[in-house]
């Protein structure tokens, strides 16, 4: 999302003076809109495309939608997330699979665009659930383009059909007709024909393109373009339109630096779809796309439903309930610790999942200089333990701490650090898995979940009593509960009871009694039992 963080900031800088006021005037809107045009002819968004979007957001701004609104800031926030949503093509539009396999998928697009490597990466996701690509290697010109599409077919774990050898040896209309009979006789469910491209449009690059097309009739043909060429960006894309057509757009390169609002003008330009969307370099930073998710990932409103998806490919349900058990035994190791942050890097970029939470534009500092090869130390630092030292940090003394950070390049200083968060996480989340509060530190425990009114309370209690009687327990929540037992001259024992703040029940409401065999009914039923 690098390449439209710089429209991302302008508009949440635009929206960020609305905030202020409590009833938009006419004057505010046609400001508001003046920095929306800015804001995108500035990312290089086609000027149509600007003019018809600031005018629909202006004429619903100044609406009774808005004057109405008890928020009229959140309310043009809206109606411009549902702009953008409209000029990125409405609908997420899906892959259309053949009646009769197999589907045929076709990739056109300029030189450099990235269609090679988005070859493999639609094979692989297209494996991934479950079907059985074929890859085929219809890019006869570019020098070394065939061998290119077999280590990325190779590394996709795909079959690959390649019968030339290409640097401008053999015909790609046979190559591509070949493929088809090829893929029936060894049951591939999906063909994806990756084609020449040009360093510009030219009679020849659409011709050849047209004839593959002619010759296997594909189910789909995707053109990809780079996110980073700017507003030439539309012209190729009509270009292409009118030479071969095509039935879906996919963005490549959208980890670049470079403006990239030319492609925020291709779905309304050409009235076909973004499909997919490149974000890095790895064959798994691929992902369908979805307008009104990157819609909110522009203005700053987050991603979750992304994030989401992304943590349920990498984290097994059984797996997370095993862990949970271990927090609440307190059985958790370091090697449950490993395994954890490795599937934590299976998501991804810790950097792109941190920058779909909503707000994550203020975090932009923070963001950049959070270095990802910080996993990389704290793995080499476990995987330098014995199995037992995981297993018993404690018996991490200095001698095996110093061979620890020898074997994996680090300091012991490193080391001691990792070994102390550690401890640290895995007390509080015991605390949590055992339902209590957990002390925060510098913070203490959270205020109003506990029953003796916070940190400062507990110390003023602690210092009276001079350390007489103080609770000795490790659980805050509990600790402060007791001494406001004390506080109220009960047994510490009656603290859970005095307090009935879990479900309103308990000694507050009956002068100190137990619980009557109805309010255990009660907490038994809310709990499902």
Request: no cysteine.
């Amino acid at each position: 999302m690098a390449t439209f963080g710089t429209l991302s900031d302008r508009l949440t800088a635009t929206f960020s003076a609305l905030r202020t006021k409590g009833k938009l005037s006419p004057a505010d809107v046609d400001g508001t809109v003046r920095e929306i045009r800015k804001a995108l002819l500035d990312a290089d968004v086609a000027l149509p495309v600007v003019k018809d979007f600031t005018a629909a957001v202006r004429e619903r701004a100044l609406g009774d939608e808005v004057n109405k609104a008890l928020n009229p800031a959140q309310q043009v926030v809206q109606i411009v997330n549902d702009e953008l949503i409209t000029i990125l093509g409405g609908q997420q539009r899906r892959l259309q699979f053949a009646k009769n396999p197999p589907t045929v998928i076709m990739l056109a697009g300029l030189q450099g665009a990235g269609k090679t490597t988005l070859a493999g990466k639609l094979a692989k996701w297209l494996k991934a659930d479950g079907h059985t690509p074929l890859l085929v290697a219809a890019d006869l010109q570019r020098p070394n383009a065939v061998q290119q599409l077999q280590v990325v077919a190779e590394q996709a774990g795909v079959a690959v059909f390649a019968p030339e050898p290409g640097n401008g040896v053999g015909n790609p209309v046979k190559v591509a007709q070949a493929a088809l009979k090829h893929a029936r006789d060894k049951v591939h469910d999906v063909v994806i024909v990756d084609t020449a491209g040009r360093l510009g449009v030219d009679a020849e690059l659409m011709k050849q393109a047209a004839d593959i097309r002619k010759a296997v009739d594909p189910d789909e043909v995707l053109f990809v373009i780079d996110a980073m060429i700017g507003q030439d960006a539309v012209a190729t894309a009509k270009a292409f339109q009118e030479g071969v057509d095509f039935t879906g757009v996919v963005l490549s390169k959208l980890d670049g630096d470079a403006r990239g609002g030319a492609a925020l003008s291709v779905a309304s330009v050409t009235g076909r779809p973004i499909m997919f969307a490149s974000t890095g370099e790895g064959l798994d930073d691929f992902e369908p796309f979805y307008p009104d998710r990157m819609a909110s990932r522009i203005l700053d409103l987050g991603d979750i439903l992304t994030l989401i998806e992304q943590a349920q490919k990498a984290f097994d349900e059984e797996d997370a309930r095993k862990t949970a058990e271990k927090f609440a035994t307190d059985s958790f190791t370091l090697e449950d610790f490993l395994a954890q942050m490795q599937q934590l890097k299976q998501m991804g970029s810790l950097k792109g999942m941190l920058g779909m939470l909503p707000g994550a534009r203020g975090m932009r500092e923070q963001l950049e200089n959070f270095d990802e090869r910080e996993l990389v130390r704290t793995e080499a630092i476990i995987q330098s333990m014995t199995p037992a030292e995981r297993r018993l940090p404690k018996l991490l003394n200095g001698s095996r701490r110093l061979r620890i950070a020898k074997g994996s390049g680090t300091t012991v200083t490193e080391v001691n650090a990792l070994v102390t968060r550690f401890e640290q996480a895995a007390k509080m989340m015991k605390t949590v898995a055992k339902g209590g509060v957990p002390q925060v530190p510098g913070m203490g425990p959270v205020p109003g979940m506990g029953g003796g009114g916070g940190a400062a309370s507990l110390r003023k209690a602690q210092a009276k009593k001079k350390g007489k009687g103080a609770s000795k327990s490790g659980n805050p929540a509990k600790r402060a509960a007791e001494e406001a037992a004390r506080a109220q001259g009960l047994k510490p024992g009656a603290a859970a009871g005095a307090s009935g703040a879990g479900f309103g029940l308990g000694a507050a409401s009956r002068g100190g009694a137990q619980p009557t065999p109805e309010d255990l009914e009660t907490i038994q039923r809310m709990l499902g039992r």
